[in-house]
């Protein structure tokens, strides 16, 4: 037969469907046992795995699966293709006499559903062929169940759902194999297997499928097994119902109570025995009671004083109590804040660094940008002092050329003008000679009229005017020469006033570009010792400040940590104080040597998320467990404590915790939530068992509502714990809803820490904070520094270029205006007047001064004769007079200055070719010099413009 066929009845099976193993007497599962003892009553029940669900069960409306009808292929008693059907929707059995096809119907179904051909009344497969002589040899016989999901309606109705149809069908062969199909598709049988189960069809125990004869076998079953490898009623209805999974509990509680109760019957013989003992000693004893009885009393008074002592020191607790607490709270609320403070500190600290990376990297491309942008304005101060130069040199120059040219069209029309202005002067001097005649003759008409009155004085005054006339024309005639040589003489000596003036200013522009050179140069002098200080200090605080921040980082990382262990210690040494006098007691033991195989109480090997402290301080009473290392360690505390009389205590020994080893790895848990056994971090992988032990396969939960999806799940039944404590236990039983336990485990493993290692920890962590402060304020001071030499070192730099650039320029405008004081000192020398000419031009100059003045002395006094006669007469006859003499004066005086621009025309008409030429040649070489300077400026200013182009770029990057 094919080896997927079903050999029914299949071995027996616990309610979970695994196989049963027969029972053994390892002992290390005896050992197991005994450890399993020390359970508590409800982690005996949670280890009850859940109930099998009923199979084929449905809420109502919910879609279930039905067979429609059978199609049978040559099977058995039918000949070619025959269908069975359709079936009722609640097709549950078949009844009917003796041949109506009962059997065919029930064995189409057990072969489709894999079973051996002896289960189905058949040697071997091939006999299911249909055999008849209208249809003797035919090679194969099949059979389909046909399956389809609906949903009950009321009475006989149903809804088929859409797509929910498939069969299922079986070949068997004459050479007796067969073949499993799936709605056509050959498959394995595990693959029918699997989607029968999927649909709720129990092919594990063969109960959805009950013959005639198994109902009879039912019936005639023993009451009870006979041992535990028979099978009874009992052990039959057990396995359908699933309350075979309690008999290891019973059996466990069983033995327990076998166990106290020989433990009771032992306590009761030693009850008995002391009772003779006790009764033997009942005369002592009455003494003994007297005696007990006065030191009673004794110890009754004692103890009123000790109460009233007692009394008053618990006030004293109470307030110092109260006073702790809120100590604890305020060192709580600053621990929090120190840790929030902290975090953010690193948080910020590292977002500065990070800033500080993208700065440093901005920093050093400024700087480059910086350099290169110094170069250009240094650059551009160059060109623009050039062009600055330039544009002053030609507004000189340009002032120059127009002076020269005006001088040049003034020298130029010197002799039309002067000859215009001789003959303008010549007939305007015969004119007024003319009229000077008439007003004369007038002024003698007016003093004949008067000569009667002023006759004597008339007289004496025309003599004086004769006189003075001769007088006056000599007076003319030495002013005109007079003038004449002063004019020659200024002319002469123009051009070297002029070459004079020019050197003067050239002395003092030089005088300025050489002071500003000096000023400069010691500049650079003191820059070039200043700039190397400044950067032998900023690199020295930078190299300070670079180690500074180092050590900063270092001493900020062992304060964090010795912060830390700080508050862990402190924690450890608050927990240890409030522990109790056993666990005291014990890890004394354990520190004298006495006895060495204490690991400790359960809670303190472990650390867990401060997230599931609540759940594992609700859920897991063994926390408070000490944990040893052998049962025989564990014996030797419990007589150390009994002798002592300190207390009792519940211990772990490892060496019986292996067992649970094996269960340790991790498992598939419902919506994937972690076992609660997995958060626990250890620094001893060897206790771990033990946690496993107190924990098992605790599930976390968010909230209650998943913790109630995730315990009762349809093939398990798993222990949940939610974050607030609430537990659901496997037996279903919910706990929890007051008051939230916490703190049973911390979030760290900490050491035993004894006050006077907290006091040197916390010695230690004030010194470094001490550091840590000094270091912050150093670095301040030196960041402040760094900040000020830095602008201070690029500014005497961009100087220090500046004017080394500025250097040849002022030098080599030194060295041209000490060029051009040559030229001009050459051309004062080459103006310079001849000294015999200028001596004789000055000698004849005075010569014809003196003429003058003795001349002018003369008429002078003749003059004021002249003046006098003319008061008295005028005094005499003012009004009549006085009308016709302003007229004669104004001519006399118009006439002096005809003669004077006669004079002066005649000077320039001698001197105007020689100038003439000195102002053609002036006028070309300002010309020269001026257009070599405007090329100068015309590249100096390209150049300019090159250099903005390439600083703007630079300003837009």
């Given at each position: 037969?094919?080896?997927?066929?079903?050999?029914?009845?299949?071995?027996?099976?616990?309610?979970?469907?695994?196989?049963?193993?027969?029972?053994?007497?390892d002992?290390?599962?005896?050992?197991?046992?005994?450890?399993?003892?020390t359970?508590?009553?409800?982690?005996?029940?949670?280890?009850?795995?859940?109930?099998?669900?009923?199979?084929?069960?449905?809420?109502?409306?919910?879609?279930?699966?039905?067979?429609?009808?059978?199609?049978?292929?040559?099977?058995?008693?039918?000949?070619?293709?025959?269908i069975?059907?359709?079936?009722?929707?609640?097709?549950?059995?078949?009844?009917?006499?003796?041949?109506?096809?009962?059997?065919?119907?029930?064995?189409?179904?057990?072969?489709?559903?894999?079973?051996?051909?002896?289960?189905?009344?058949?040697?071997?497969?091939?006999?299911?062929?249909?055999s008849?002589?209208?249809?003797?040899?035919?090679?194969?016989?099949?059979?389909?169940?046909?399956?389809?999901?609906?949903?009950?309606?009321?009475?006989?109705?149903?809804?088929?759902?859409?797509?929910?149809?498939?069969?299922?069908?079986?070949?068997?062969?004459?050479?007796?194999?067969?073949?499993?199909?799936?709605?056509?598709?050959?498959?394995?049988?595990?693959?029918?297997?699997?989607?029968?189960?999927?649909?709720?069809?129990?092919?594990?125990?063969?109960?959805?499928?009950?013959?005639q004869?198994?109902?009879?076998?039912?019936?005639?079953?023993?009451?009870?097994?006979?041992?535990?490898?028979?099978?009874?009623?009992?052990?039959?209805?057990?396995?359908?119902?699933?309350?075979?999974?309690?008999?290891e509990?019973?059996?466990?509680?069983?033995?327990?109570?076998?166990?106290?109760?020989?433990?009771?019957?032992?306590?009761?013989?030693?009850?008995?025995?002391?009772?003779?003992?006790?009764?033997?000693?009942?005369?002592?004893?009455?003494?003994?009671?007297?005696?007990?009885?006065?030191?009673?009393?004794?110890?009754?008074?004692?103890?009123?004083?000790?109460?009233?002592?007692?009394?008053?020191?618990?006030?004293?607790?109470?307030?110092?109590?109260?006073?702790?607490?809120?100590?604890?709270?305020?060192?709580?609320?600053?621990?929090?804040?120190?840790?929030?403070?902290?975090?953010?500190?690193?948080?910020?600290?590292?977002?500065?660094?990070?800033?500080?990376?993208?700065?440093?990297?901005?920093?050093?491309?400024?700087?480059?940008?910086?350099?290169?942008?110094?170069?250009?304005?240094l650059?551009?101060?160059?060109?623009?002092?050039?062009?600055?130069?330039?544009?002053?040199?030609?507004?000189?120059?340009?002032?120059?050329?127009?002076?020269?040219?005006?001088?040049?069209?003034?020298?130029r029309?010197?002799p039309?003008?002067?000859?215009?202005?001789?003959?303008?002067?010549?007939?305007?001097?015969?004119?007024?000679?003319?009229?000077?005649?008439?007003?004369?003759?007038?002024?003698?008409?007016?003093?004949?009229?008067?000569k009667?009155?002023?006759?004597?004085?008339?007289?004496?005054?025309?003599?004086?005017e004769?006189?003075?006339?001769?007088?006056?024309?000599?007076?003319?005639?030495?002013?005109?020469?007079?003038?004449?040589?002063?004019?020659?003489?200024?002319?002469?000596?123009?051009?070297?006033?002029?070459?004079?003036?020019?050197?003067?200013?050239?002395?003092?522009?030089?005088?300025?570009?050489?002071?500003?050179?000096?000023?400069?140069?010691?500049?650079?002098?003191?820059?070039?010792?200043?700039?190397?200080?400044?950067?032998?200090?900023?690199?020295?605080d930078?190299?300070?400040?670079?180690?500074?921040?180092?050590?900063?980082?270092?001493?900020?990382?062992?304060?964090?940590?010795?912060?830390?262990?700080?508050?862990?210690?402190?924690?450890?040494?608050?927990?240890?104080?409030s522990?109790?006098?056993?666990?005291?007691?014990?890890?004394?033991?354990?520190?004298s040597?006495?006895?060495?195989?204490?690991?400790?109480?359960?809670?303190?090997?472990?650390?867990?998320?401060?997230?599931?402290?609540?759940?594992?301080?609700?859920?897991?009473?063994?926390?408070?467990?000490?944990?040893?290392?052998?049962?025989?360690?564990?014996?030797?505390?419990?007589?150390?404590?009994?002798?002592?009389?300190?207390?009792?205590?519940?211990?772990?020994?490892?060496?019986?915790?292996?067992?649970?080893?094996?269960?340790?790895?991790?498992?598939?848990?419902?919506?994937?939530?972690?076992?609660?056994?997995?958060?626990?971090?250890?620094?001893d992988?060897?206790?771990?068992?033990?946690?496993?032990?107190?924990?098992?396969?605790?599930?976390?939960?968010?909230?209650?509502?998943?913790?109630?999806?995730?315990?009762?799940?349809?093939?398990?039944?798993?222990?949940?714990?939610?974050?607030?404590?609430?537990?659901?236990?496997?037996?279903?039983?919910?706990?929890?809803?007051?008051?939230?336990?916490?703190?049973?485990?911390?979030?760290?493993?900490?050491?035993?820490?004894?006050?006077?290692?907290?006091?040197?920890?916390?010695?230690?962590?004030?010194?470094?904070?001490?550091?840590?402060q000094?270091?912050?304020?150093?670095?301040?001071?030196?960041?402040?520094?760094?900040?000020?030499?830095?602008?201070?070192?690029?500014?005497?730099?961009?100087?220090?270029?500046?004017?080394?650039?500025?250097m040849?320029?002022?030098?080599?405008?030194?060295?041209?205006?000490?060029?051009?004081?040559?030229?001009?000192e050459?051309?004062?020398?080459?103006?310079?007047?001849?000294?015999?000419?200028?001596?004789?031009?000055?000698?004849?100059?005075?010569?014809?001064?003196?003429?003058?003045?003795?001349?002018?002395?003369?008429?002078?006094?003749?003059?004021?004769?002249?003046k006098?006669?003319?008061?008295?007469?005028?005094?005499?006859?003012?009004?009549?007079?006085?009308?016709?003499?302003?007229?004669?004066?104004?001519?006399?005086?118009?006439?002096?200055?005809?003669?004077?621009?006669?004079?002066?025309?005649?000077?320039?008409?001698?001197?105007?070719?020689?100038?003439?030429?000195?102002?053609?040649?002036?006028?070309?070489?300002?010309?020269?010099?001026?257009?070599?300077?405007?090329?100068?400026?015309?590249?100096?200013?390209e150049q300019?413009?090159?250099?903005?182009?390439?600083?703007?770029?630079?300003?837009?990057?």
């Open positions: 037969d094919s080896e997927d066929e079903l050999d029914v009845p299949p071995p027996q099976t616990n309610s979970n469907g695994q196989e049963e193993a027969p029972p053994t007497t002992p290390c599962q005896e050992e197991a046992a005994e450890a399993v003892d359970r508590s009553l409800d982690e005996i029940l949670g280890s009850i795995p859940p109930p099998p669900p009923p199979a084929m069960t449905n809420e109502p409306g919910a879609p279930r699966l039905m067979i429609t009808h059978l199609v049978n292929r040559n099977f058995k008693s039918y000949a070619g293709e025959q069975l059907g359709p079936f009722h929707k609640r097709f549950s059995c078949i009844i009917g006499p003796n041949g109506s096809g009962k059997s065919n119907v029930i064995d189409s179904m057990l072969f489709v559903f894999g079973y051996r051909a002896q289960k189905i009344r058949s040697k071997k497969l091939s006999v299911l062929i249909h008849s002589d209208q249809h003797k040899d035919l090679q194969s016989c099949t059979v389909e169940v046909h399956f389809q999901k609906i949903i009950d309606k009321e009475g006989d109705d149903y809804e088929v759902i859409p797509s929910s149809s498939f069969y299922v069908s079986r070949t068997a062969n004459k050479d007796n194999s067969s073949a499993y199909y799936i709605s056509g598709k050959k498959a394995t049988f595990k693959e029918v297997g699997a989607l029968l189960r999927s649909h709720g069809i129990d092919l594990d125990h063969n109960r959805f499928l009950i013959l004869g198994e109902v009879e076998q039912i019936a005639m079953m023993k009451p009870k097994g006979q041992n535990e490898h028979d099978e009874g009623m009992l052990e039959y209805l057990e396995d359908i119902i699933g309350s075979c999974r309690l008999k509990p019973i059996q466990t509680l069983a033995r327990r109570i076998e166990l106290l109760n020989e433990q009771r019957g032992e306590k009761l013989n030693r009850v008995k025995l002391v009772e003779k003992e006790k009764n033997a000693l009942e005369g002592e004893k009455n003494k003994a009671v007297e005696f007990l009885n006065l030191e009673n009393d004794i110890f009754k008074h004692k103890s009123r004083l000790y109460q009233y002592y007692v009394h008053d020191l618990h006030k004293h607790v109470v307030e110092k109590e109260q006073e702790k607490q809120k100590i604890l709270d305020d060192t709580k609320e600053l621990t929090e804040k120190t840790a929030k403070i902290t975090q953010e500190m690193e948080n910020m600290n590292q977002e500065l660094k990070n800033v500080e990376k993208k700065q440093n990297k901005i920093n050093k491309y400024i700087e480059t940008q910086k350099e290169k942008f110094t170069q250009l304005d650059q551009d101060v160059e060109v623009r002092e050039k062009i600055k130069h330039s544009k002053s040199k030609n507004k000189t120059l340009q002032k120059q050329l127009e002076k020269d040219r005006k001088k040049l069209e003034e020298v029309s010197v039309a003008n002067s000859e215009n202005a001789i003959a303008e002067a010549t007939s305007r001097k015969d004119g007024l000679e003319k009229e000077k005649t008439k007003e004369e003759e007038k002024l003698k008409e007016v003093m004949e009229s008067l009667e009155e002023t006759s004597g004085l008339q007289q004496d005054k025309e003599t004086k004769k006189e003075l006339m001769e007088l006056s024309k000599a007076v003319n005639e030495t002013r005109s020469r007079m003038d004449l040589a002063q004019s020659e003489l200024d002319i002469y000596l123009s051009r070297h006033k002029t070459a004079v003036t020019n050197l003067n200013a050239a002395k003092q522009t030089l005088q300025t570009t050489t002071e500003t050179l000096q000023e400069r140069r010691a500049a650079i002098k003191d820059l070039e010792v200043q700039i190397p200080q400044k950067e032998q200090e900023l690199n020295k930078q190299a300070e400040l670079e180690q500074l921040v180092k050590t900063d980082n270092e001493t900020r990382e062992v304060v964090r940590e010795l912060r830390q262990k700080v508050d862990e210690a402190k924690s450890s040494l608050s927990s240890n104080r522990r109790g006098k056993v666990l005291d007691a014990l890890m004394q033991l354990k520190k040597g006495r006895i060495p195989g204490i690991y400790g109480r359960l809670g303190d090997l472990g650390a867990i998320d401060e997230k599931y402290d609540v759940a594992i301080s609700s859920c897991c009473g063994a926390l408070d467990n000490i944990v040893v290392d052998t049962i025989d360690t564990a014996q030797k505390c419990v007589t150390f404590l009994k002798e002592q009389n300190i207390g009792v205590a519940t211990f772990i020994g490892l060496d019986k915790m292996k067992v649970w080893e094996k269960n340790m790895a991790p498992i598939r848990t419902p919506e994937d939530s972690p076992r609660l056994f997995d958060m626990v971090r250890v620094n992988e060897g206790v771990k068992p033990a946690f496993y032990f107190a924990l098992r396969d605790t599930l976390v939960a968010q909230d209650m509502e998943q913790a109630t999806r995730m315990a009762f799940q349809r093939d398990k039944r798993w222990r949940v714990v939610t974050l607030k404590g609430q537990i659901i236990e496997m037996a279903g039983t919910m706990t929890g809803g007051g008051r939230v336990l916490k703190g049973r485990m911390g979030s760290s493993i900490g050491a035993e820490v004894s006050q006077v290692e907290l006091d040197r920890m916390e010695s230690k962590l004030n010194e470094n904070a001490s550091k840590l000094g270091c912050q304020e150093r670095r301040m001071q030196l960041e402040e520094s760094i900040q000020r030499l830095r602008p201070q070192l690029r500014e005497m730099k961009n100087t220090l270029e500046k004017y080394s650039k500025s040849s320029s002022l030098a080599d405008q030194e060295t041209h205006l000490k060029l051009q004081m040559k030229e001009l050459a051309n004062v020398l080459a103006a310079a007047p001849d000294k015999a000419k200028q001596k004789q031009l000055e000698k004849s100059l005075e010569a014809f001064k003196k003429d003058y003045e003795s001349a002018s002395g003369k008429a002078g006094k003749v003059e004021n004769e002249v006098r006669l003319h008061n008295l007469i005028v005094d005499i006859n003012s009004h009549k007079l006085k009308a016709q003499q302003d007229k004669l004066d104004k001519v006399n005086k118009e006439l002096d200055d005809c003669s004077s621009i006669i004079t002066k025309a005649k000077v320039a008409i001698k001197t105007a070719d020689r100038n003439l030429k000195k102002c053609e040649e002036g006028v070309a070489r300002v010309q020269g010099e001026l257009l070599e300077n405007e090329k100068l400026m015309v590249e100096l200013t300019l413009k090159k250099l903005e182009d390439k600083a703007g770029e630079i300003m837009k990057t």
